[in-house]
């Protein structure tokens, strides 16, 4: 590497989380929207530039606690994004992260220093204009999320105080685009004895309370579907 060369210069990194969160059975993506420039009033994923004296995921971990004030997230690498024109200052990298959240558990700060709000958009209402190239890095953190709802360990993180079966319905049809027989669902669910009965009843959608359930940990292999 030869260290005067200028093709080494002018380059830096964005690190950038998608978070998805379940809110009364519909799926969610928590975004902010800028206060300075570029894209200054634009909504984008929470995210920014990395310092060089950090690991990516210390900066993306730092990035969204100064944009939302959320901290504790558990956040996986996902994917990188190195179009020429990411950005207009200068070549930027854009690595993504992806994490889910219990919305009634943490609390979002919603005017930080450099954001004028934030705020969770369904998945199927997100803004048509945002910042950089995040329409692209949601659907591709989109994917990823089909990828891993089969496994129903990254549902517990969405549920961690348990879910009705209509509720874990419309999440699996909401994120994987595709409908489910309500009663085949239940028996399918039912019958593969990867959850159980918590005693715990909730009402979802303004319906008689119906049964908490949870996913069981001891289980390896949870593909559902």
């Known amino acids: 590497m030869e260290i005067k060369n200028k093709l080494y210069k002018n380059i830096g990194i964005h690190v950038i989380s998608t978070l998805f969160t379940v809110d009364n059975g519909e799926v969610k993506i928590l975004l902010i929207r800028r206060s300075n420039n570029p894209y200054n009033g634009y909504w984008a994923l929470p995210g ?55 919305i009634e558990r943490l609390k979002l700060e919603r005017i930080t220093n450099k954001t004028i709000d934030a705020d969770y958009f369904s998945i199927n209402n997100i803004p048509e204009e945002l910042a950089y190239d995040h329409r692209e890095i949601i659907d591709d953190s989109l994917n990823k999320l089909k990828d891993k709802i089969v ?75």
């Open 151 to 225: 496994n129903s360990n990254i549902l517990n993180n969405l549920f961690p105080d348990g879910f009705t079966l209509p509720e874990l319905q419309d999440t699996y049809e909401t994120v994987l685009n595709k409908k489910f027989d309500r009663r085949n669902f239940r028996k399918k669910l039912l019958g593969m004895d990867i959850i159980y009965d918590t005693n715990k009843s909730k009402r979802f959608k303004g319906n008689k309370p119906a049964k908490l359930y949870k996913f069981k940990d001891e289980i390896d292999n949870k593909n559902v579907f």
């Open 48 to 102: 920014g530039a990395l310092y060089n004296n950090e690991l990516l995921l210390d900066g993306a971990v730092r990035e969204l606690r100064e944009k939302t004030g959320l901290s504790n997230i558990s956040l996986e690498q996902i994917g990188i994004f190195d179009r020429l024109d990411r950005s207009n200052l200068m070549r930027m990298i854009g690595i993504s992260f992806l994490g889910v959240i219990d």
